[in-house]
Each structure stands twice: as C-alpha cells, then as structure tokens.
C-alpha cells in the first residue's frame, strides 16, 4: 500500500454507528437539511491550516467531506481513496489529507458504511523543511497525476465478490495481474502481530497476519492486514489456513500484501 509521510502518522479504523432517536427522526432531519455549499474563493495556507482537528477517525464519511469542502472548497487531487486539499505559497507548501475507506460493516440497507480512515494533520513544508513532503504537495498544487499503478484500485464495496484461488508465489511473482482483485491464499498461519496506537481517545489495535505457502526454506509468504471488528480464528502457529483479502501493491515497489483480510481454516 501506498507510504504516506510517517510524521503524518494517523489511525484508520472502523466503527458502526447507530441513532437512539425515534425511528425515522434522523431521516427526516437529513431530509430538511441542504449539504453545506463548498467554499468557491482562493485557497490559503492560512485557510487549509485553519481545518486542522475539523474531520478524525470514525467520522461518517460524508458528513467529513462536507465539513472541508464548506471550509477548503473541492478537493485538489483525489488519489487512490485519499482527497488532497494543497496551496503553493512562495516557497512553502500546505497540504491536508484525508482517507475514505469502507469500514467492512453493511448498514441495514445493504450498503457499506464508509467512514474516515487516515486523517492527516495540514503541514506546512519547504525544500529544506521536509523536501519529500514539499515535492508531494507541489505535485498535488500543479495537478500532476498520482504515481503510476499497476492499476486502481476500486472501493471494496465494489470488488469482484467471488474470490479467486491462486497461489501466493503466483500472487508474488505477477502482483500486477491479481491487484486490487480478492483472493483467497493457502498456506501455513507464521504469526499474528498487533499494534496499538492512540488517538485523542481512543486506543486502536492494528493486527495483521503473515501467511506462508508451505514448510519449505525460503517459501514465498504474504502479510495480510485484518478486516477491522473481526477476530482472528484461534489457529497455532504453522496451521494451516485460508487468507482472503483484496490484493494490494506497494507504490514504492515493496512486495504485495493483503487488504481486507479475513482468516479462516481450510
């Protein structure tokens, strides 16, 4: 998956909400309420530093979007789930990131819950500040595209539901072919690692699995990061398992992985 700026560090997970109004209140307050106009004059520094703290983690995903575009106007460049809001100053540049990502619950419509993932904090950088950074933010201002993908990625909610058997090795060795495809991946569970971080309040625990093909020396694995509000089975190391998850690859030319991933006993 793509590497974003570590001092931008922000948490993605996932949360379901629900209203204790009298059935119907909410709708009909939705109904009488027209979405906030997006802000239409010149974007600033000033203006995209001032949004700092407006969306976090767990925001319903429309409701965010309407608060920045009220504030920042349309976004400058979406890429790959991330909306980018970014000003060139002289010789500084401010740019705000947001993620949307689909939490993996089903709203009792049928429909996905989509919330915000990452939210990363407006930073303000220069060549010699955070020259990685700045480069980014440039190329968000001038309407450059994104860096070039194998291919994109679709929402969740929209990839294909019947998931393909390949190998891991296979996965490995043509990560183009299989991305942003579900798969299910055989092999042998190597461990199951958890991180904890904190944000404001709340407490987030990140777990990912990595998935070896067999006991041989060398043989090819795969880290699968975990669908959120899902346990993982209760398998000892080396049982054997399925992973199924959206392949995902790596922008930086890293090794594929896992996305959405659930594990479960062959």
Known sequence: MATRWTSWLALGVSLLGCSDGAPGSSTTAQATLAPAPAFS????????????GLVRPLDPWLGALEKLEAKLGKPTRVDNGFYEWSVLEGDTCTLLQIERVDDGRYLPDGSREVVVGLAFE???????SEPDAYKTCVAVTRGAPPPARASS???????APQALAPSIAEVKRDA????????????????????????????????????????????????????????APSLSSRAPVVADGVVSIDDGGGPPSLEDCTLSAP
């Open 176 to 231: 183009a072919k299989w991305a942003w495809k579900r798969v299910k991946l055989k092999g042998l569970l190597k461990g199951v690692s958890k991180t904890s971080m904190k944000s404001g309040d709340t407490t987030v625990e990140l777990r990912s699995a990595t998935i070896v093909a067999s006991e041989e020396p060398g043989a090819a694995e795969i880290t699968c990061a975990l669908r959120a509000a899902t346990e």
């Open 153 to 159: 990625p679709p929402a969740l909610e929209e990839s």
């Open 122 to 128: 407006p930073l303000k950088a220069t060549p010699r």
């Open 41 to 52: 004059g010149p974007l600033t520094s000033e203006r995209v530093l001032s949004a700092r």
